[in-house]
């Protein structure tokens, strides 16, 4: 079966620092991913998806950045931290075949900004 | 463009009762799918039905039943006899067109008493 790792869980950055987290999918290959930033408030809002290695869409301007090195890994980094990005982020995947398949999420990391 | 409003921020039952979730949506493409995800306070999203453009038959699992109806555009969730392990927030999601992207209502936030 398909399972997703997300980590870490939790993260307490001072502003200016950088960060990188991690995604990988186990039990699938050539997923499409996925990385959501849920702020307080509760909406899920997408920043970035990917197709395949090294594809990498942004949704919104903002100071994080994505990259997929290897098929089933995805990365959120930033090189500054801004007061801003605190929220939970989410990684999520889905297959590839006709039709609008779900999408999996990962447990999440809630990113707090100091 | 594409839009998902869930007008109910929060709603609270006693254990038992029916509660209905209302979800409506706007999108100007033919082909599009629906999704309903629980959102429970470890914080994950748990993925419970998807339904594309082209399939307006209800669907019934267990507990939990769902009514598309084209013409109000909506894509309501009802949970009969709720449980407090429902407890949780609901959220509508769409996605259209060539890209496989959710776009997320607000979320309604479920809490179910004892």
């Known amino acids: 079966s398909q399972t997703i790792h997300q980590w870490p869980a939790t993260l307490v950055q001072p502003v200016g620092s950088p960060l990188s987290l991690e995604c990988t999918v186990e039990?699938?290959?050539?997923?499409?991913l996925y990385w959501y930033r849920q702020a307080a408030g509760r909406g899920l809002q997408l920043l970035f998806y990917s197709v395949g290695i090294g594809q990498i869409s942004s949704e919104v301007p903002q100071n994080l950045s994505a990259s997929r090195p290897q098929d089933r890994q995805f990365i959120l980094s930033s090189k500054k931290l801004l007061l801003s990005d605190s929220g939970f982020y989410l990684c999520?995947?889905?297959?590839?075949?006709?039709?609008?398949?779900?999408?999996?999420f990962g447990d999440g990391t809630r990113l707090s900004i100091l | 463009a594409q839009k998902v409003t869930q007008a109910q921020t929060e709603i609270s039952v006693v254990e038992k009762e029916d509660v209905t979730l209302d979800c409506v949506y706007e999108t100007r493409d033919t082909t599009y799918y629906l999704f309903w995800y629980k959102q429970p306070p470890s914080g994950e999203l748990v993925f419970l039905i998807r339904r594309n453009s082209f399939d307006e038959q209800n669907e019934i699992s267990g507990r939990y039943s769902w009514n598309f109806q084209k013409s109000t555009s909506s894509f309501n969730f009802t949970i009969t006899a709720s449980q407090v392990v429902d407890s949780a927030v609901y959220f509508c999601?769409?996605?259209?067109?060539?890209?496989?992207?959710?776009?997320f209502g607000k979320g309604t936030k479920l809490t179910v008493n004892p």
């Open positions: 039990g699938t290959s050539n997923p499409n």
């Open positions: 999520a995947w889905s297959v590839k075949s006709p039709g609008h398949q779900p999408q999996h």
């Open positions: 999601a769409l996605s259209q067109g060539g890209s496989e992207k959710l776009v």
